[in-house]
């Protein structure tokens, strides 16, 4: 099952495995040019669901770890990737790891 299906820069239709179909959502923040290097985007919040969490530009790297700035109060599933994972397992997410 798709829990969440997540984009950036644009919008991706899942084209094949449990995706097909579906439309992600947009997160409407962009890294550029300017972003650090050892930043990223991040969730960052506090609470125990995906909507009490914002996303936000230039958060310092926590690959493996609950993000800075953030506290999952329980009940919040945390499901770990990267782009390398989406693009090893685009087959089984359908669409691409980039936005469109």
């Known amino acids: 099952n798709v829990v969440e299906f997540l984009s950036f820069e644009g919008l991706i239709l899942g084209t094949t495995g449990p995706a097909a179909g579906v439309w992600s959502t947009d997160i409407e923040v ?9 930043h990223s985007l991040a969730r960052v919040g506090s609470g125990s669901s995906a909507s009490d969490f914002e996303w936000r530009f230039a958060t310092v790297d ?13 009940g919040a599933q945390v499901v770990w ?15 691409d790891c980039g936005g469109s």
């Open 62 to 74: 926590s690959p493996g770890e609950i993000n800075d700035q953030q506290t999952n109060l329980g």
């Open 81 to 95: 990737g990267t782009c390398d994972d989406c693009m090893r397992n685009q087959d089984e997410v359908g669409g």
């Open 30 to 38: 962009f890294e550029d040019e300017n972003t650090p290097v050892g």
